[in-house]
T-cell receptor, first 112, second 112 residues
Framework: GNSVTQMEGPVTLSEEAFLTINCTYT??????LFWYVQYPGEGLQLLLK?????DKGSNKGFEATYRKETTSFHLEKGSVQVSDSAVYFC???????????FGSGTRLQVQP | DAEITQSPRHKITETGRQVTLACHQT?????MFWYRQDLGHGLRLIHY???????NKGEVSDGYSVSRSNTEDLPLTLESAASSQTSVYFC???????????FGDGTRLSIL
């Protein structure tokens, strides 16, 4: 079956530090990959997506590249801000199955 | 603007009671989903629907039911609430399997 594994949190960084949140997956066929962000008390918002190998999704300074050879979709940002503090979820949909399979989420705390 | 709304945002009830959580979307999406969010588990799929009169069980469907009588609504019913069903519940909708899902803001349900 499909599964997503992402690094345990919380991740605590100082403002302007470099961020990496690791995400690896197993899936049937060729999945679409997503990163969602959840701010406190809110629902999930799409951060970025990639639908085929070697695609790079990007948004708000965040980037992730779909790596089929390593089955990975790591999230990166060059310089984090306090406002980036949130929970980040890696997710996939695959095999025509329209529901998402989520990782367990990684909480990011950015300190001024 | 199209949106997806959940109600109520917060609910406290007692074990054994029937509870219904509402989800309404104006995206005109065929696909609708219910997830529950628990610490350490990310989001797990409860039920989903690919269109009117279609419903399917997800990975944690025991004790829950849904019905889809129109495109816009997918209410989630807990037949006899149990303390293990205390959680945050999210509804989502999507157009295609490889496209992002849009999420509601969630319902925090406490069962005492």
């Amino acid at each position: 079956g499909n599964s997503v594994t992402q690094m345990e949190g919380p991740v605590t960084l100082s403002e302007e530090a470099f961020l990496t949140i690791n995400c690896t997956y197993t899936a049937t066929g060729y999945p679409s990959l997503f990163w969602y962000v959840q701010y406190p008390g809110e629902g999930l918002q799409l951060l970025l997506k990639a639908t085929k190998a070697d695609d790079k999704g990007s948004n708000k300074g965040f980037e992730a590249t779909y790596r089929k050879e390593t089955t990975s979709f790591h999230l990166e940002k060059g310089s984090v801000q306090v406002s980036d503090s949130a929970v980040y979820f890696c997710a996939l949909s695959a095999g025509g199955r329209r529901a998402l399979t989520f990782g367990s989420g990684t909480r990011l705390q950015v300190q001024p | 603007d199209a949106e997806i709304t959940q109600s109520p945002r917060h609910k406290i009830t007692e074990t054994g009671r029937q509870v219904t959580l509402a989800c309404h979307q104006t995206w005109n999406h065929n696909n609708m989903f219910w997830y529950r969010q628990d610490l350490g588990h990310g989001l797990r799929l409860i039920h989903y629907s690919y269109g009117v009169h279609d419903t399917n069980k997800g990975e944690v469907s025991d004790g829950y039911s849904v019905s889809r009588s129109n495109t816009e609504d997918l209410p989630l019913t807990l037949e006899s609430a149990a303390s293990s069903q205390t959680s945050v519940y999210f509804c989502a909708s999507s157009d295609r399997w490889d496209q992002p899902q849009h999420f509601g803001d969630g319902t925090r349900l406490s069962i005492l």
